[in-house]
C-alpha cells in the first residue's frame, strides 16, 4: 500500500505557490511553482511523483486556488482539503509547531496547512 503524503500550498505571491509535503511526520519537501500552464503541470507531475495516496490541501486565498485544483483533480486518488484563513487559525492551536526560521512566511503557512492535510478527516 502507498505511504501517504500530506502536503500544503500555499500562494506565494502572484506569480506562485510554495509546496510543502510531509511524510511520516517529517517535512521533506520545499519547493516552489510558477502559476502559469507549465508551473502547474510540474507540480501536478512532482506530486504524482512522490506519493501514491496524495491529501493536499490549499488556503482558499483567492480564485487561482480553484484553478489549482482542477489541475490536481487528475492525480489518481488525490485528496483536496481548501481551507480559509478563519479555518487555518482555528486548526493552527493543534497543529505541530513549524521548523525554526521558516524562509518566508508563506513557507511557513505551507507547512501549517501540510499539518493540516494529515489532521483533517
Known amino acids: 500500500m502507498a505511504v501517504q503524503s500530506y502536503f500544503g500550498l500555499d500562494r506565494e505571491d502572484g506569480n506562485s505557490w510554495v509546496l510543502v509535503q510531509c511524510?511520516?511526520?517529517n517535512v521533506i519537501v520545499l519547493q516552489r511553482f510558477r502559476d502559469t500552464v507549465d508551473g502547474l503541470h510540474s507540480l501536478e507531475?512532482?506530486?504524482r511523483d512522490r506519493s501514491g495516496r496524495p491529501r493536499i490541501c490549499i488556503k482558499l486565498s483567492n480564485d487561482s486556488a480553484f484553478k489549482l485544483v482542477e489541475h490536481l483533480g487528475s492525480i489518481p486518488h488525490v485528496e483536496v482539503i481548501l481551507v480559509s484563513e478563519a479555518g487555518l487559525r482555528h486548526f493552527q492551536t493543534g497543529l505541530p509547531r513549524p521548523r525554526p526560521n521558516?524562509?518566508?512566511?508563506n513557507t511557513l503557512h505551507a507547512e501549517m496547512l501540510a499539518h493540516c492535510a494529515k489532521r483533517m478527516i
Open 23 to 25: 511524510v511520516e511526520g
Open 102 to 105: 521558516p524562509s518566508s512566511a
Open 45 to 47: 507531475k512532482f506530486i
